[in-house]
């Protein structure tokens, strides 16, 4: 049998340095041929304590890991990570790659754990955003009256960007403070208003506490925003509509969407708010559009969104396997269902919609050959008539939805008649 690789130790170390580890993360390290981690971190470690070789982490450090792993697999190694290595840490990143049963980990309390005690927050009620290899946008997702946010600041630019990105948004008024060098012998803390934040960058090991406060605008977080929250050139499926839609594709955690003819994105950008661990890719043969669907993303906290440019089916080539997928566009293409239907895993759900008798056509045939459920969506408005009120009906809108069966092929259903 081949011989196992040692097992891996991953050490949380804190802006306390070698003082603050427990003697459990001092014997690793002491016994270690090999130590790795981020320049700041190695330099925490005394030389007369650690005598192992100290390798720092090369950029970009993800694509280096397996590497470095390798070169190392028969040496004792200990690998430094600042404070809980699982909590958006290295650890995560080594368990996907060296597998969880090689991991020893051994944590130090998180700069969130530390924030908490010092303001006196509850941890279990208070959102954590990382902007550590993250765009800033991502914070939007967050922002809403009476929020209570920490802030993992990726450098010394970290406070006045979130400061400057709140007040744009319209959370002027929220208190920050930021919180530096926690745990260790130069801990500080500053506070101010996002409006004129007061203080020039400071140290880059910071954290950020926003308290939003009660003013600024509502961002629901349920399916169906506001239409006027997208940026958009009449191509947008309608809050009623994309409420429906959205309960009707069921986003679970993890999961991944295509949007296919993403118009505004409006129906990908709210896959993605559903849950933060979600994922999604919109085609858009129009450059425009997509160009616009980014915006929408960025602006409505969602930056992750993958928007692909050209036209489908052949833009879906490469695409990795969705979980579900959303047609709102370009139903008539040739082979465009077909290639939608056929790309879905087992369980995974397609969703249809038109305006257009050729492609409720289209739809009905497939209802007919794959069951699902086909129904129309009507919406009428209140509007002034004359000094009364009547309604104003919208155009009907057709879906067809259908979960792929787990024995799948295009053989069409046993028809009764």
Known sequence: MPQQPPPLTVVGIGADGWPGLAG???ASLRTAEVVIGGPRQLDLLPADEVCAE??????????????????????????????????????????????????????????VTYACARLGWPLESTE???????????????????????????????PGAVAALLTASGF??????????????????????????????GDRLNLIAVDLGDTGPRTPVVPGLPDGAYENDGQLTKRHVRAATLATLAPVPGELLWDVGGGSGSIAIEWLRAHRDNR???????????ERIARNAAALGVPRLRVVTGAAPAALAGLPAPDAVFVGGGLTAPGLLDACWTALAPGGRLVANTVTLESEALLTEWYRRHGGELLRLA???AVPV?????????????????????AQSLTPRENAS
């Open 379 to 381: 919406v009428a408005h």
């Open 24 to 26: 459990t993360a001092r």
């Open 280 to 290: 999604a890719v919109t085609v858009e043969r129009d450059p425009v559009r997509a």
């Open 386 to 406: 004359g000094g009364f009120t009547g309604w104003r009906q919208a155009m009907p809108v057709t879906q067809w939805s259908a979960a792929k069966p787990a």
């Open 128 to 158: 954590v955003v990382s902007l550590v290899g993250r765009p800033l946008d991502a914070l939007r997702l967050a922002l809403n009256p009476g929020r209570r946010l920490l802030v993992l600041s990726a450098d010394a630019d970290g």
């Open 172 to 201: 002027g008024a929220a208190r920050l403070r930021v919180l530096e060098q926690l745990g260790g012998p130069a801990e500080r803390q500053l506070d101010g208003p996002a409006d004129g934040w007061p203080h020039p960058p």
């Open 54 to 111: 100290r390798v720092p982490w090369p950029t970009p450090l993800r694509p280096a890991v397996p590497g470095l792993l390798a070169r190392y697999a028969d040496r004792r190694v200990a690998v430094l990570a600042s404070g809980d290595p699982m909590f958006y840490g290295i650890g995560r990143t080594l368990a996907e790659i060296a597998g969880p049963d090689r991991l020893r980990v051994l944590p130090h309390p998180s700069s």
